[in-house]
């Protein structure tokens, strides 16, 4: 806490509460974004691991799925993180990430499948004092297994690992439901006007998510996607749907990719608080 400065934060007894003035709430949401970036990596694959059990409905899975869906929600947040440094590949640094959680003991491995782990494993460090980056050949972790522990801080942990990157997914998903054709001035303002309202309705749990730069991030992903075109009109920047993607079932196949990693859980009910 002294670290923070003066002003940030004061106590109360056992409390402690964040400075009120404009300044101070500035300061501390520039400490908080850094903290995040921090958590990205486990947030990424606890999220991705959530959006796999809801969707299955089932609290087991197998660990080629959690890498894949990590891997499509690193993709999502590209514009927000930088996931691991140059030298190192995505899907490892996942895979670094997945054996954190088994030895905190987030999840369960399948004991039948310990020693096709221990094969990859050597498949891993194989290509790694080989140089060889060839994915294509058949993988025996496939089949590694894993179920969700449901003791009480396994429980909280992916709670509080889930709460850190939603806030971000609220405003992509909020976003994508308001894409229409017209200047990116109006484009931000309806879904920042949305955001806020769900907010001030409580439909929407953290105002984190009432941010600008959250939607132009969305918007430059889906501009990589090819999804929409930005073009100069007069003065202004405008925004207009791309041919494959004018029709609503097609905007809404390619935005599922990003709705599928806000989905409702019931690791987010208050009861799970």
């Not at 995040?36 to 990596?41: I, L, P, R, S």
């Not at 590949?89 to 997945?98: C, E, K, T």
């Not at 001030?200 to 730069?213: F, H, I």
């Not at 889906?222 to 930005?230: D, F, I, M, T, Y």
């Amino acid at each position: 806490l002294e670290m923070l400065g003066r002003g940030l934060v004061r106590r109360e007894g056992d409390m402690i509460r964040p400075g009120t003035s404009i300044a101070a709430q500035l300061e501390l949401a520039y400490y908080a974004n850094a903290v995040v970036a921090h958590y990205a990596a486990p947030a990424i694959v606890a999220t991705a691991m959530e959006s796999v059990i809801c969707a299955s409905s089932s609290q087991e899975f197998r660990k080629s799925e959690l890498v894949s869906a990590s891997l499509q929600l690193c993709e999502v947040l590209s514009h927000e993180f930088i996931i691991c440094a140059p030298c190192q590949r995505i899907q490892d640094r996942i895979l670094d990430v997945i054996d954190s959680l088994e030895q905190q003991q987030l999840i369960i491995k399948d004991k039948s499948n310990v020693i096709l782990e221990e094969q990859q494993w050597s498949r891993r460090m194989a290509r790694r004092l080989e140089g060889d980056d060839d994915d294509d050949r058949p993988d025996p972790a496939e089949r590694v297994s894993y179920t969700v522990s449901d003791k009480p801080d396994a429980v909280a942990e992916r709670r509080r690992l889930l709460l850190t990157l939603r806030p971000l997914l609220e405003a992509y998903s909020v976003t994508c439901r308001h894409l229409q054709a017209g200047t990116m001035k109006d484009v931000v303002k309806d879904s920042l006007d949305s955001l806020t309202e769900d907010f001030t309705q409580n439909k929407m749990l953290y105002g984190e998510a009432v941010s600008t730069d959250a939607i132009r991030n969305c918007l430059r992903l889906l501009r990589q996607w090819g999804v929409v075109n930005v073009y100069t009109e007069g003065k202004a920047r405008a925004v207009r749907l791309a041919e494959p993607y004018a029709s609503a079932p097609a905007l809404e196949d390619v935005c599922h990719n990003i709705h599928k990693f806000n989905m409702n859980t019931p690791l987010l009910e208050p009861s799970n608080k």
